[in-house]
């Protein structure tokens, strides 16, 4: 069965660094979302992508953050300059029609 | 602004027995409402979607009912078992996104 994957797993890195977080969606699907978790929080959203653009962001999606879909099967969340807040669980996910989203297994990101 | 509530933050029922989940939602009329399981760890994973025009719908051993009077969905699980352990979230549309409750983490135990 087709899934949504992610890389990398975990990411450690120093507060003010740039992050990438990559996903590939189900190949036939249309529509990209970003999510985020903070611990022992509810999943949030972050983003939305249809067409090379984006369809609707979050309020937490600030002039920090910015997607892209560099080529066919990539879909990438890139964090610029990171902050101690951002650390969370990203989680990626992709949909034929607008209706189910299959989220990926998530990228643990921690900022020290 | 649109809410969802999950009115038990946790819930703890023997095996076998059947386990009854609510989601509460205010401000809202959503076209369907949907149902996802995750692991520790994990990202979400769907289980039943249920439109408006629906009452009832089933899975295996899973029970999905909407009320839209209500503004109320109730997610049954028959013949629970440990596997069956994890914390389910409500879920709804609104523009492209979906909006999730906080969840509510189910224990089965043996």
């Known amino acids: 069965e087709p899934e949504v994957t992610q890389t990398p797993s975990h990411q450690v890195t120093q507060m003010g660094q740039e992050v990438i977080l990559r996903c590939v969606p189900i190949?036939?699907?249309?529509?990209f979302y970003w999510y985020r978790q903070i611990l022992g929080q509810k999943v949030e959203f972050l983003v939305s992508?249809?067409?090379?653009?984006?369809?609707?962001k979050s309020e937490i999606f600030d002039d920090q953050f910015s997607v892209e879909r560099p080529d066919g099967s990539n879909f990438t969340l890139k964090i610029r300059s990171t902050k101690l807040e951002d650390s969370a669980m990203y989680f990626c996910?992709?949909?034929?029609?607008?209706?189910?989203?299959?989220f990926g297994p998530g990228t643990r990101l921690l900022v020290l | 602004s649109q809410k969802i509530e999950q009115n038990s933050e946790a819930l703890n029922i023997q095996e076998g027995k059947t386990a009854t989940l609510t989601c509460n939602y205010t401000n809202y009329s959503p076209a369907y409402l949907q149902w996802y399981r995750q692991d520790p760890g994990r990202g979400p994973v769907f289980l039943l979607l249920?439109?408006?025009?629906?009452k009832e719908k089933r899975k295996e051993r899973l029970k999905v009912t909407f009320d839209t009077t209500l503004k109320q969905s109730l997610f049954h699980i028959t013949a629970s078992q440990p596997a069956d352990s994890a914390t389910y979230l409500c879920?709804?549309?609104?523009?492209?996104?979906?909006?999730f409750g906080s969840g509510t983490r189910l224990s089965i135990r043996p």
């Open positions: 996910a992709s949909s034929g029609l607008f209706e189910t989203q299959y």
């Open positions: 879920a709804l549309p609104h523009a492209s996104k979906i909006i």
């Open positions: 249920i439109r408006e025009n629906e």
């Open positions: 190949s036939n699907h249309l529509y």
């Open positions: 992508f249809y067409n090379n653009e984006i369809s609707e």
